[in-house]
């Protein structure tokens, strides 16, 4: 009897694994979350698969710290379950047909399965041990009716005493898979937790892949919106020293001659020329500041989805030119109340002038902190070479610090003046091992969740 448990566990092992294989190969097909919510769901719910009776999908909701349910796979009833199990059993679909099949279902609306996944939601709290052990620790949550009594609405809605969870996540929280054994009641076993952990880890892959190529469709009009801005930027540095440098002369000239005996009549003509020039300098000023009045539509945004969104868009060029990026993330999602799209430019005009400062090789790091006055970004770049002569004096001499050909200070002057917009602070500085750090200070009223909000 022994001998033949150890078998059945070594076939059954045997069997996970080459599911595994089936499931990479299928996840490198996939193109849209659809097609990798259909795998994910079969291959946890199917014979050939891990057996759970049910399985969801769970999405973090963008403005608030509550996950609702996507879609789902699986009975909502034992006689549907009876129902589908012998169908089945005569057709002996193969995995590849179940995948098909299972596409259909979970992108129909009026599916009762689809109706109840989208009724479910769970709210987390972000120091809460559950959290800690799911999103944090990135392990399956093994939820018992008696031991978590917080879940309890949950329990009641699914119809059972015990289910598990399974982060997913890119690397920011997206959301969990959540399965059960409504039809059966069996025990969940750790070869299943190993096998689900695995699944949701491939899953995150998969969907940080496909996230990071459609933001990178998505987002191309704010890079060329960047890029007109450079390129008016530049013009605008051009006939700024163009129109400048003659009046300010003029003007300079003017106060000498002010200073000397001039012929009676004259003085008069010399102080309109003083006035004057000063005048047309405070224009030109005004011009070179470049920032339209316009009223911000903000709404409650995840910053690091942000952050995410602007990185994506040079992820390629940073690896052309050796520059490794890490990002460390507060725990937990800060929710920020911004115009997403001006946000975004932001972030986008300073991982540009990154780009144009730092040379071959080199460091950049994205590093979030937060204490009682609110969430600190500071992003670092380092190497031995990086340009001098840059993003020195913010706003209005912002030109001295233009090198010949570039317009990095025009970005760094609109990021600035776009973050006080919204009520956060910026500065840059530079650092003795020859590096800048840029420091954007959200405070407590921009953000949206957490202990303050």
Known sequence: MFKSLFCEKECR???????????????????????????????????????FNRAFIFKKEEARDVFRGVTGLGPLSFEEAHQIWSQLEVEKPSFEELIAR???????????????????????????????????????????????????????????????LAPIKTPMTYGFILVDNFVTKKSFSAMEFYFLETISALTSIALQRLWSYKELLRQKH??????????????????????????????????VLLK??????????????????????????????????????????RLYRLLQSALVLFLGVFKEKGIHVS???LDGDPIVNVDPKEMQLVFINILKNILETLKEGGSLQIITDKDQEGIKLKIIAQNSQIKQKT????????????????????????????????????????????GMEITIFFPKKMIMNGEDA
């Open 391 to 434: 993003f020195h004096k913010f706003p209005s001499q912002i030109t001295k610090g233009f090198s010949e050909k570039s317009v990095s200070g025009l970005g760094l002057s609109l990021a600035k003046r776009m973050i006080e917009l919204h009520g956060g602070r910026f500065s840059v500085e530079y650092l003795e091992s020859s």
């Open 260 to 301: 000397k005996e001039v012929p009676e009549g004259i003085e008069n003509y010399l102080k309109t020329m003083v006035r004057e020039a000063e005048r047309l300098e405070n224009v030109l000023k005004d011009l070179f500041q470049f920032m339209p009045s316009f009223e911000l539509k903000k709404e409650p945004v």
């Open 327 to 329: 990002f460390e993330c």
């Open 102 to 164: 299972a596409r259909q279902e979970i992108t129909n609306e009026n599916r009762p399965i689809v109706k109840f996944a989208k009724e479910l939601s769970i709210s987390f709290c972000e120091n809460s041990s559950s959290w800690q052990k799911v999103f944090n620790e990135q392990k399956v949550l093994h939820l018992k009716r008696d031991e978590h009594p917080e879940f309890r609405y949950l329990f009641e809605k699914l119809e059972v005493n015990e289910c598990a």
């Open 222 to 255: 704010l890079l060329l919106e960047a890029e007109r801005i450079s390129v008016i930027g530049e013009l605008s540095s051009k006939i700024f020293h163009e129109i400048r440098n003659p009046v300010s002369a003029l003007g300079g000239l003017s106060k």
């Open 13 to 51: 092992l045997e069997h996970l694994l080459e599911l595994s294989l089936k499931f990479v190969t299928k996840l490198l097909q996939t193109e849209e979350e659809e097609d990798l919510w259909a795998l994910v769901l079969v291959a946890i719910t199917s014979a050939q698969g891990l057996k």
